[in-house]
């Protein structure tokens, strides 16, 4: 597979195509741009699939925040623990890791929700819930 | 206090938690609305009670008498409730 839009991976969290670095081989691990994820990269008709590395397990999520963050530059504060429950605690109910404070389960709000992709943190210094800060030092 | 209270709640925001958290503490006793586990016909019914109330679907929503007041907020809490 050559050209741009073909070394795109599909996201199935953020639900958009992203460009990793570097070629890319089945079975490759590579982490979405746009939010985190942790993908093994399948391919299918002729495009990139991303496949969700531990999906729905605790690891999974974790992994994910802490990717965005990293890529993002922010930083989290003493809530944090307390959210990821939470984040837990709609998978356990809702049956994906959807905003704990919001009562919409759909994918936009799947986390990290499509207005903190889309830069609700650079704006408002945080998240809806207060899991991602501009400024770690912030509370 | 004889105030009644009443909470808008989800099961997983842990804001709520804290507010729930925070009043039992008080020894103050209230009653709690998980929105998010009411039937869609019950949670129709509370979300235009909400919206009503705050113009907005944040949570928690603490109800004391004429108060409302919209997330977590001790020192509000403490204000209006005397502590
Ligand atoms: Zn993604």
Redesign the interface.
């Known amino acids: 597979m050559t050209g741009q839009d073909e070394r795109r991976v599909f996201c199935p969290v953020c639900s958009a195509r992203f460009a990793p670095e570097g070629d890319l081989t089945e079975g490759d691990q590579v982490r979405c741009s746009i939010c985190g994820q942790m993908l093994i990269v399948r391919a299918c008709d002729n495009q990139w699939l991303g496949e969700r590395r531990s999906m729905l397990s605790d690891d999974e999520i974790r992994d994910r925040v802490d990717g965005f963050a990293m890529i993002r530059g922010y930083g989290f504060n003493e809530m944090k623990e307390e959210i990821i429950d939470g984040l837990i605690g709609k998978r356990d109910a809702f049956g994906d890791f959807y905003c704990p404070c919001r009562l919409e389960q759909t994918p936009e709000y799947q986390c990290p929700c499509r207005p903190t992709r889309g830069g609700d943190v650079e704006r408002d210094g945080r998240c809806h819930c207060g899991l991602f800060w501009k400024d770690s030092r912030e509370r | 206090m004889t105030n009644e209270i009443k909470i808008f709640a ?6 709520c ?1 804290k507010t729930k958290r925070f009043l039992s503490e008080k020894g103050i006793d209230y009653e709690a609305v998980d ?3 009411l039937t869609s016909s019950e ?1 129709d019914d509370v ?1 235009e009670e909400i919206e009503k109330l705050t113009g907005k ?1 944040s ?1 928690p929503v603490v109800i004391i008498g004429d108060e409302v007041i919209v997330g977590h907020n001790e020192d509000k809490l403490r204000q209006v409730l005397g502590l």
């Open positions: 989800l099961s997983t925001c842990p804001y938690k929105v998010d586990l949670q979300l679907r949570f």
